[in-house]
């Protein structure tokens, strides 16, 4: 996960400036360490609160549903989605609402898992799954639980909502679009 977190950060260096930032599904906060960019504002929401509020510079917490992010319209200069919209019930709907909230020459950077492709697979077969295991837990219904979307579902999306802004992919380990070989990509989406 740490190189999909410095993939998403690899184009903005600290001369880049967002003043306001959003993260989408930002759990404890794990991709902020990450960031490489400036901000006056970094909004971390989730659904849940995390155990530990985040502190520092310009940073907070603000508890919100994906699907309705509770800015203007056009107020967000970067929005930040680290393996959310698997998990979403209507991806659709989310996409479009991130979509109206980031403004013109803003930026979406939003990392999709390639579940369930044959690397992401191999991935969890190889770490998630035997801890899960010896936590007595059912880790396949877990994840049928929890990943309600499939990779390639979720890119025919993305492409659809964003069909007239610029769309950089990335994909890991391969540059390929592919969900089946990449253990995620990333969607660098300047909004026009």
């Not at 502190?55 to 056009?74: I, K, Y």
């Not at 979406?108 to 998630?128: C, E, F, S, W």
Request: with cysteine.
């Amino acid at each position: 996960m740490r190189i999909l977190h410095r993939k998403m950060e690899g184009p903005f260096g600290s001369e880049a400036r967002f003043p306001l930032t959003v993260e989408v599904g930002a759990g404890e906060g794990q991709h902020l360490p990450f960031v490489n960019h400036s901000f006056d504002r970094y909004i971390l929401t989730d659904i849940r609160c995390p155990s530990v509020l985040p502190h520092g510079n310009g940073v907070s917490f603000l508890q919100a549903d994906a699907h309705s992010l509770p800015f203007e319209e056009g107020e967000v200069d970067r929005l930040v989605v680290t393996c959310v919209l698997h998990h979403l019930m209507s991806p659709e709907e989310a996409l479009q609402n991130w979509a109206s909230k980031v403004r013109s020459g803003g930026i979406l950077t939003i990392l999709l898992p390639g579940d369930p492709g044959v690397v992401h697979r191999l991935g969890r077969h190889l770490t998630t799954r035997p801890a899960a295991n010896r936590l007595g837990i059912d880790f396949d219904l877990e994840m049928a639980r929890e990943h309600r979307n499939h990779a390639l579902s979720l890119m025919k999306l993305v492409d659809h909502v964003f069909l007239g802004d610029k769309v950089k992919y990335v994909g890991l380990p391969f540059p390929w679009r592919t969900w089946n070989f990449n253990f995620g990509q990333i969607f660098q989406i300047h909004k026009l």
